[in-house]
Nanobody, 122 residues
Framework: QVRLVGSGGGLVQAGDSLRLSCAAS????????MGWFRQAPGTARDFVAA????????YYADSVKGRFTISRDNAKNTVYLQMNSLKPEDTAVYYC???????????????WGQGTQVTVSS
């Protein structure tokens, strides 16, 4: 079992930055791939970014490439999502997830955090 707790969301203006954190407990996060997804009201849960267990491979949705950076600190059992140049369309609940391999698909992840709200005003 892996328990994930996401934090760091908030209300910001367009162009601002936020850093989301996902703290893991249970199985060491170094043993799993991690991902971030987001879900706006009335929409599906969309892939944002993923990172391999070693941190050597990262993947991003086209909509956030160049603005968001996923990273991990296995010593702290924590994964981060640095979000720069935020846009109103980035507004959503952001979820971190853990799985056996990096994937673009939510169903491939076994464990999920509770979600943290990010709201970007124009």
């Amino acid at each position: 079992q892996v328990r994930l707790v996401g934090s760091g969301g908030g209300l910001v203006q367009a162009g601002d930055s936020l850093r989301l954190s996902c703290a893991a407990s249970g199985r060491p996060v170094s043993m799993v791939a991690m991902g971030w997804f987001r879900q706006a009201p009335g929409t599906a849960r969309d892939f944002v970014a993923a990172i391999s267990w070693s941190g050597g491979s990262t993947y991003y949705a086209d909509s956030v490439k160049g603005r968001f950076t996923i990273s991990r600190d296995n010593a702290k059992n924590t994964v981060y999502l640095q979000m720069n140049s935020l846009k109103p369309e980035d507004t959503a609940v952001y979820y971190c997830a853990a799985g056996r391999t990096t994937s673009y698909y939510p169903n491939d992840y076994d464990f999920w955090g509770q979600g943290t709200q990010v709201t970007v005003s124009s």
